[in-house]
Every structure is written in C-alpha cells, then in structure tokens.
C-alpha cells in the first residue's frame, strides 16, 4: 500500500515562504498518480488546494491560494512540492498529500472531492504568525 510522507513544514512569520515535499515511502514511486495538497485548520473543514496531473503538465489550485502557491513534481526525485510564498496567520494548518489511484477528469473539481484521492500522508503542520 502506498505510503505518503509529508514535511518541509514549520513556523515562519506572516510573509514568509516555506516549501512542502511529498514524497513515497522505500519501494514506491508517486509518478502514477495524481497528487492534490488538502489543509485542515484548527476548528474548519478540510480544504483542497492544489493538484497536479501525473505528467506534470496540468496544475489546479483554489481561489484562496492562487497566485501564492505553486504546486510541481520532479519525476527524477519521485517527489511533489507546494511552494506558499506570501504566508499569512490563516494559512496556519495541518497541510496533507494526497494521492489519486484512478484518472481524475476534472482536476479543478477534485479539490472538493477529497474522496476521489485514495491514499494520505500523516500531515504536516505550518504556522504563520503575525
């Protein structure tokens, strides 16, 4: 079974950058499958906010982190990255890697439908503080 592994979190101060790597566990390799990036807050729902096809050449994000958040992969190193620039108080979450084990058709709806992506990573905390 795959195993999601998640870090590059941390704190910084609002306005900060930090980089998330998601990568596989020994024996894996996540170039077969679509990787979304899900976040949790403290007392919210969870939000879906990037993903990437598993060639690489189509990216999604959510409205609230467009523009201050790019998603990538690098097929050599087998790992998906989230670069948050511009880090505000309410990015603070709980950041998660997902990966999706059958075709995603519509990677914009995807990021709602957290069901579609079989298998997660542990998380990885961010906090930003004013």
């Known amino acids: 079974q795959l195993q999601l592994v998640e870090s590059g979190g941390g704190s910084v101060q609002a306005g900060g950058s930090l980089r998330l790597s998601c990568a596989a566990a020994?024996?894996?390799?996540?170039?077969?499958?679509?990787i979304a990036w899900f976040r949790q807050a403290p007392g919210k729902e969870r939000e879906g906010i990037s993903c990437?096809?598993?060639?690489?050449?189509?990216?999604s994000y959510a409205d609230s982190v467009k523009g201050q958040f790019t998603i990538s992969r690098d097929h050599v190193k087998h790992t998906v990255y989230l670069q948050m620039n511009s880090l505000k108080p309410e990015d603070t979450a709980i950041y998660y890697c997902a990966a999706a084990v059958g075709p995603i058709v519509d990677y914009s709806a995807s990021l709602g439908a957290p069901e579609k992506y079989t298998y997660w990573g542990q998380g990885t905390q961010v906090t930003v503080s004013s």
């Open positions: 020994s024996g894996f390799i996540l170039d077969y499958y679509t």
């Open positions: 990437i096809s598993r060639g690489g050449d189509t990216t």
